[in-house]
């Protein structure tokens, strides 16, 4: 079973989103005929595809306390069945986030176990079942924002995190097939400590 191509898709995903969002302006002026078209000092000038990189944050971090202390913020949300392990059973999917994650304060290493978070939304305690719970259920190593973006399929990631290093990973929760996700949020497990999920798109 290949357990890089899942990663894979999900950078093409990410860079063809960065990069849709690149085209040129429809209301910039256009020169007029004779004008210099020299480019403003720093410009690079060189014919090339345009790197990847990552979503914004969507909106506040979630700070957890438990074992460690460190916070998470959602980059993007997706459902899909391209799962790098086990594939979702049947009347499944998942509902997978990527997260940024980092130490809080940050000089201090840490590990920040998955099973501390759960997504939370309007169908879950009906869909529960021996696939459907409560907390995520596995994710991917924990990488740095270069590998995120340049690593290629043989890039190795992490468990425990270093000091002063923010980290990004792609984990997931198994849901209905049917399930409402609207308002979905990403919680501490055992606490009234929620984000927003965001806007969820098909994988």
Known sequence: MRRHGFGIRLLTLLSAVALAGCGSDGGAATAPAGASQTPAPGKNTA???ELPTLPAPRGPALKLSNRYTYKVQVLDAMTTVS???????AGTTALALLLRVEADPPDRRIQAPV??????Y?????????Y???TLDKRRPYLTE??????GDGVQGVDV????TVYYTWAWQLVSENADLTGATLCEVRADNCIPV?????G
């Open 132 to 134: 459907v719970g409560t």
């Open 47 to 49: 014919d090339g595809p």
């Open 122 to 130: 309007p169908s879950r305690r009906d869909d529960l079942s021996q």
């Open 115 to 120: 099973q501390y978070l759960g997504i939370d």
């Open 83 to 89: 799962l790098p392990y086990d594939p979702p059973p």
């Open 146 to 151: 270069d590998q995120m973006r340049f690593g």
């Open 198 to 202: 965001g806007a969820i798109r098909a």
């Open 161 to 164: 995190l270093e000091a002063n």
